[in-house]
């Protein structure tokens, strides 16, 4: 089993950035890739970004290429979501995931079945 637990969640104005963190615990070993998913109020969970082991795919939605950077720290088991220019619509539950499966194609980390384990998630409140 792996545990994941998200933090850095807040309420910001509109422009502004929250930094989200994801520490993993557990069969961590087991896992190929991190991804992070939010979910809005009456809508489906969407995907937000990704990041393999070795960090050589790293897909982003097209909603936030260019604002929000991922990344890893292997030593800490933990990856983080960096958000910038934040506006309204970014509002929603920012949830961690964890896959086992290695894909050769980028659209495969972006599905949420494709990941085993999750966190509790986070809420992100953007503010206009």
């Known amino acids: 089993q792996v545990q994941l637990v998200e933090s850095g969640g807040g309420l910001v104005q509109a422009g502004g950035s929250l930094k989200l963190s994801c520490v993993a615990s557990?069969?961590?070993?087991?896992?190929?890739?991190r991804g992070w998913f939010r979910q809005a109020p009456g809508k489906n969970r969407e995907f937000v970004a990704a990041?393999?082991?070795?960090?050589?795919?790293?897909p982003y939605a097209d909603s936030v290429k260019g604002r929000f950077a991922i990344s890893r720290d292997g030593a800490k088991n933990t990856v983080y979501l960096e958000m910038n220019s934040l506006k309204p619509e970014d509002t929603a539950v920012y949830y961690c995931?964890?896959?086992?499966?290695?894909?050769?194609?980028?659209?495969?980390?972006?599905?949420?079945?494709?990941?085993?384990?999750w966190g509790q998630g986070t809420q992100v409140t953007v503010s206009s």
């Open positions: 995931a964890a896959g086992t499966q290695v894909y050769y194609e980028d659209y495969y980390y972006t599905v949420p079945e494709n990941y085993n384990y």
């Open positions: 557990g069969r961590t070993f087991s896992t190929f890739a």
């Open positions: 990041i393999t082991l070795t960090g050589g795919s790293t």
